[in-house]
C-alpha cells in the first residue's frame, strides 16, 4: 500500500482527486498467517516492555513482521478499559503533579511515568487507546523499527459528517517499514465498544495495520498536519466532508468506492449510486442500512467486480446511509453517508 506523491503545485481540486480515485487500489492483503498465529500463542512472561518486545519478536527477521507480531499481540492481549475511559471523561482520573527544577529533570520524570503506564497496562492486561498506542510505538522502538505516537480525532458519528472536527479523542501510531509511513490503530484493531463504552468486544481487524494513509484518512484524522503522511495533507473542512470509513472498510481492504463525497446535496441528488469494491475476499451480504433501517434492496455484483446499489434519495435532507456487510453472524459498517 503505497503512498502516492502527487506534483507539489498542482491545483487543490486535482490533488484531492488524486489522492482519492487511487484509494487503496494498490492495497493487497498480505500473508501474515504464520506471524499471527505465533503471537496469539505467545505466553508473556515478563511486564517488562522492552524484554516482551525482544522474545515475541525474536523468530522473525525483517521489521514488517516484527511490528505485525507486535500488533497482533497487544490486540489480542490488552482489552479496552471502558472504566477508565468513563472516570476520564468525567474528570476523575487521577493524574500525578510534576514538580521539577530543570527541563532534562521533567523529562527523566515523564520518561519514569510513561515506564509505569506501560507496565501498569501489561499487568492489567488492559488500558486505553494512549496505552494501546504507546506500547506499541516503544515495543517497536525496542527492536530496532521507527515508530511515532500520534494523537488526533477518530470520526464514526454519521451526525459529524459536515461539521469539522473540534475534539482530539483518539490516539494511533505511526511506523515506518521498507522505508514507508504506514499507519497503525491497535485500539481500533482489537474490537469494538458496546455505545457508550458499556463493554469492550473483542474482534481483530488486521487492516488497522499497516493501512495507507489515504485510508486511515477516512476516519482518523491528526491534530498535527504531517502526521496525515500525505503530500497535500487535508484541512478540517475537507475531511468533514469525506464519508466515514468504519471497521468494515478496513476488515476487508476497500480498493475503491462511490460516491467519493460523504456529504451529499439532497438537491442535486435525486438518487445516488453506491459502488464499491473490496481488495480481500468477501462472501456475505451487503445492504444499505438508512436512518437505522436495513433496505430490502440488497447490492448487486458488477462484472467488474464491484458491488452496486442505487438509491432513491427523493432529494430528502438529514438522512445517513451506512453502507453494511454481514459475513456470518458479525456485521461490519463500511462507509457512512449523509444527505444534506
Request: positive net charge; glycine residues 6%; charged residues 30%.
Amino acid at each position: 500500500m503505497p503512498i502516492f506523491c502527487l506534483k507539489i503545485g498542482a491545483p487543490k481540486q486535482l490533488l484531492l482527486f488524486f489522492i482519492f480515485s487511487f484509494l487503496t487500489l494498490q492495497a493487497v492483503a498480505q500473508d501474515f498467517t504464520k506471524v499471527d498465529q505465533y503471537a496469539r500463542n505467545y505466553k508473556a512472561k515478563t511486564k517488562d516492555y522492552k524484554v516482551l518486545a525482544v522474545e515475541l519478536t525474536a523468530p522473525f527477521d525483517n521489521p514488517t513482521d516484527k511490528a505485525r507480531a507486535i500488533y497482533v499481540w497487544l490486540t489480542d492481549n490488552i482489552k479496552y478499559d471502558c472504566k477508565k475511559f468513563h472516570k476520564r471523561q468525567k474528570g476523575k482520573a487521577k493524574k500525578k503533579p510534576i514538580t521539577y527544577r530543570t527541563e532534562q529533570e521533567r523529562d527523566q520524570i515523564l520518561k519514569a511515568r510513561k515506564m509505569e503506564y506501560m507496565t501498569l497496562t501489561l499487568k492489567k492486561k488492559k488500558g486505553v487507546c494512549e496505552d494501546y498506542a504507546l506500547l506499541f510505538q516503544k515495543m517497536c522502538e525496542a527492536v530496532g523499527i521507527e515508530s511515532r505516537f500520534v494523537t488526533g480525532h477518530l470520526g464514526g458519528n454519521p451526525q459529524k459528517i459536515g461539521k469539522i472536527p473540534r475534539i482530539f479523542n483518539h490516539a494511533w501510531n505511526s511506523v515506518q517499514l521498507d522505508g514507508q509511513w504506514y499507519l497503525v490503530d491497535a485500539t481500533t484493531g482489537s474490537g469494538t465498544n458496546k455505545p457508550g463504552c458499556k463493554g469492550f468486544q473483542k474482534n481483530f481487524n488486521g487492516g488497522l495495520f499497516m493501512t495507507a494513509p489515504q485510508d486511515m484518512i477516512l476516519s482518523h484524522y491528526p491534530d498535527k498536519e504531517e502526521w496525515q503522511y500525505l503530500e497535500q495533507p487535508l484541512t478540517k473542512e475537507e475531511f468533514s466532508q469525506l464519508p466515514v470509513a468504519s471497521s468494515g472498510f478496513y476488515k476487508y481492504l476497500v480498493a475503491d468506492y462511490a460516491p467519493k463525497k460523504g456529504l451529499i446535496n439532497a438537491k442535486e441528488n435525486a438518487k445516488i449510486k453506491f459502488r464499491i469494491k473490496f481488495g480481500a475476499p468477501m462472501n456475505g451480504q451487503m445492504s444499505l442500512l438508512v436512518n437505522g433501517k436495513f433496505q430490502k434492496t440488497p447490492f448487486r455484483k458488477t462484472s467488474d467486480g464491484y458491488r452496486e446499489l442505487e438509491y432513491d434519495l427523493k432529494k430528502r435532507r438529514n438522512k445517513t446511509m451506512t453502507i453494511v456487510l454481514k459475513d456470518g453472524d458479525k456485521i461490519y459498517n463500511v462507509l457512512t453517508y449523509k444527505s444534506k
